[in-house]
């Protein structure tokens, strides 16, 4: 049992999380956050290991992981 | 379930300005990690470069000089000298570093200042827009070299590990990547072991950071990820330069 | 009891007595003296000494040092000043307190290594870029520069600004008896809360910084540097006034020249020509009411400002006479030094 917190107003939707997933269970939003970014979501939350590779490769710290 | 990844204490509350995708985003928290799981909370100084970084001081939970374009070596000496019980570092970009500051960062190294300094290399001057850097790769693009660098124009890329490495001050010097998660783990290693010198009084310590700029290299944050990997990891081997054991 | 010292060895002993604890200072002649004695002087009291690469280091050390709350000082001379000139604006920006020494020699470009005053505009106007001042003093003796370098880190201190001790090769080369201070007890100085020492944390973390991106932001730290500027003038002026009170012709000059001047004061007056001298100490804050006073005097007919240099200071002495009186002029250049002999016939001849 893993989970992500994706602090969404904080991110940029740079993607850099998205591509080093290794369940592939992340992506972009389709709305915009309060600063015009598309960002980040989980999909698949329960695939989740808690790996922390998203938060470990996000520049701007918007993930926090608990497993 | 327990937290096992938030955001260090040792970072402010205050957001990045740093464009989307940029890496100098990873390389704060890797030092703030360290900073506070070396338990430094209280005697540690950090030195801001000019350049992106400038806003360093905004971000780093401790004690924070500015420091003017180039001379942070400078600055973290003396501040280091005047308190020898406080962790020193210096946070530098490459057009600050290795152009403008090419002497203040070749005496500090020589003179094995027991001080660590973060250097990032991401090839290009971001602040200002986008202009050709001294590790600006041959054929790279740049504002002031729009059809490439060309060496017999523009010079050559320097390689400032191996060179600073020839020196007898140094006590460490490694190049890393943030290209990706393995070579992020790695570099917050590298910086344990430069702070852990700094402790240990063994002098002078240097940790390059091969970093990505997609706004000015006009690239997606992923393509400027590969380009880091694929482009400048030949020209900037990673490894370790220099170690006294 | 006195001693016989030399300038540049004496201001660095009284740099020492007075807290300087990091000297950061580059070779160029003629202040070598002053990082040579520092360079062991430091050692023996447990402060920093560095040799740094270039002034510009230097300056940057200085910066370092003194953000992080020591007493930080640098020695150079006109072109190492010039190089200077951006750390010191940023040290003004970011309101620390410091002590530089400009031993000046003359120039422009290399120049040369004889004594020359021509750096009065980049000393008292700024000399670098942006809105800023500090407190500049021009010796005449060493005693004089030894009780002004011994009170400087406490006027730093005090206005949080730089102050600048500005000699030329014969006030540093000059031997001369003088009485030393005590040595402050630099333990029992008090705290500097805005310094960088390492334990600032959260609410009590520290920044030195000059940047200011807003521009009311900036605006009111150009505005709070200005009004300490207005407390100098009214709290920090040294002048000294010899025989203004009957004079006829006010002869000014400052440093080694003020002292030369007041020679050719006492040789005119034995002439039987009533003279008088106005010898700025301090040259930023500059002492405009003691000239303001001498021209408002009916009996003072006329000014004579003597520099070496090719007239900077006289700028400042047009604007305090405001007018009222005619301002003359005499320099030397290019090392040449004026004697008393140069300035009494300057009178004679030119000038009565």
């Known amino acids: 049992m893993a989970s992500i917190k994706i602090s969404r107003e904080s991110c940029k939707g740079c993607g850099l999380c998205v591509r080093v997933c290794p369940k592939k269970i992340l992506r972009l939003s389709k709305e915009s956050n309060n600063s015009g970014y598309f960002a980040v979501e989980i999909f698949a939350p329960e695939s989740c290991t808690g790996c922390a590779s998203c938060a470990v490769m996000c520049p701007d710290c918007v993930i926090e992981v608990e497993r | ?245 | 009891m006195k001693k016989l010292m030399k300038g540049n060895e004496a201001i660095a002993e009284a740099a020492v007595r007075g807290g300087c604890r990091a000297f950061f200072g580059y070779p160029i002649t003629p202040q070598n003296e002053i990082p040579e004695y520092m360079s062991w002087r430091q050692f023996e009291v447990g402060g920093a000494f560095v040799q740094a690469e270039s002034e510009v280091a230097a300056i940057n050390m200085v910066y370092g040092a003194a953000g992080a709350g020591a007493r930080a000082m640098t020695s150079s001379s006109s072109p190492g000043i010039s190089l200077k000139q951006e750390g010191i604006s940023y040290i003004c920006g970011a309101e620390l307190p410091c002590v530089i020494v400009n031993m000046v020699r003359c120039g422009p470009g290399l120049g040369g290594i004889q004594p020359a005053q021509s750096d009065y505009f980049q000393s008292v106007k700024g000399g670098g870029h942006g809105d800023y001042r500090m407190l500049v003093y021009g010796p005449a003796s060493v005693q004089e520069a030894v009780d002004i370098m011994y009170t400087a880190f406490d006027k730093a201190d005090k206005y949080r600004m730089p102050v600048m001790i500005l000699g030329d090769g014969m006030l540093g080369q000059i031997m001369e008896a003088v009485e030393l201070p005590e040595m402050v007890d630099v333990a029992s100085l008090p705290k500097k809360e805005w310094a960088t020492t390492g334990e600032g944390h959260g609410a009590t973390r520290r920044i030195i910084n000059s940047l200011y991106i807003q521009p009311d932001a900036l605006e009111e730290v150009n505005n709070r540097l200005f009004s300490r500027y207005k407390e100098l003038a009214d709290k920090e002026v040294m002048v000294e006034e010899y025989m203004v009170s009957d004079a006829e012709i006010i002869i000014t000059g400052y440093g080694t020249v003020g002292r030369v001047a007041k020679s050719a004061v006492n040789q005119l007056r034995e002439k039987g020509i009533k003279a008088g001298l106005i010898r700025p100490v301090t040259l930023f804050p500059f002492p405009a009411a003691a000239y303001e006073r001498a021209a408002s005097q009916d009996n003072v007919k006329q000014f004579l400002c003597v520099e070496l240099s090719m007239g900077q200071m006289v700028e400042d002495v047009r604007l305090s006479v405001n007018g009222k009186k005619p301002v003359k002029f005499f320099g030397r250049s290019g090392g040449n030094v004026v004697t008393p002999d140069d300035i009494v016939s300057v009178v004679m001849n030119e000038v009565k």
Not at chain 2, 13 to 36: K, M, N
Not at chain 2, 98 to 125: C, L
Not at chain 2, 164 to 182: H, K, W
Not at chain 2, 202 to 228: R, V
């Open chain 2, 1 to 245: 379930m327990a937290t096992v990844f938030k955001k260090t204490d040792m970072l402010t509350e205050v957001p990045f300005h740093y464009c989307p995708g940029c890496t100098h985003g990873i390389a704060h928290r890797l030092v703030a990690e360290v900073l506070d799981e070396m338990g430094c909370q209280n005697n540690v100084v950090g030195v801001a470069p000019v350049g992106c970084a400038v806003f360093a001081y905004n971000y780093f939970n401790c004690d924070m000089q500015q420091a003017s374009h180039g001379r942070a070596p400078a600055v973290a000496s003396a501040i280091k000298r005047v308190a020898p019980q406080n962790i020193v570092f210096a946070y530098q970009g490459d057009g600050d570093l290795a152009s403008i500051g090419m002497a203040e960062i070749v005496h500090s190294a020589s003179r094995g200042d027991n001080i660590t300094v973060v250097f990032i290399n991401n090839a290009i001057y971001g602040m200002t827009g986008g202009q050709m850097a001294p590790t600006t790769l041959i054929g790279q693009t740049s504002t002031t070299c729009p059809g490439g660098r060309c060496a017999a124009q523009n010079g050559n890329p320097i390689r400032v590990c191996e060179m600073l490495a020839t020196l007898d001050g140094p006590a460490y010097i490694e190049r890393v990547s943030l290209a990706d998660v393995p070579s992020i783990r790695k570099a917050k290693k590298a910086l344990q072991k430069a702070f852990n010198c700094q402790k240990e009084g063994k002098g002078f310590t240097l940790i390059e950071m091969l970093s990505s700029c997609p706004t000015n290299w006009k690239m997606t944050p992923e393509q400027a990820l590969d380009y880091t990997k694929n482009e400048m990891q030949q020209i900037f081997p990673l490894g370790v330069f220099k170690e006294v054991k």
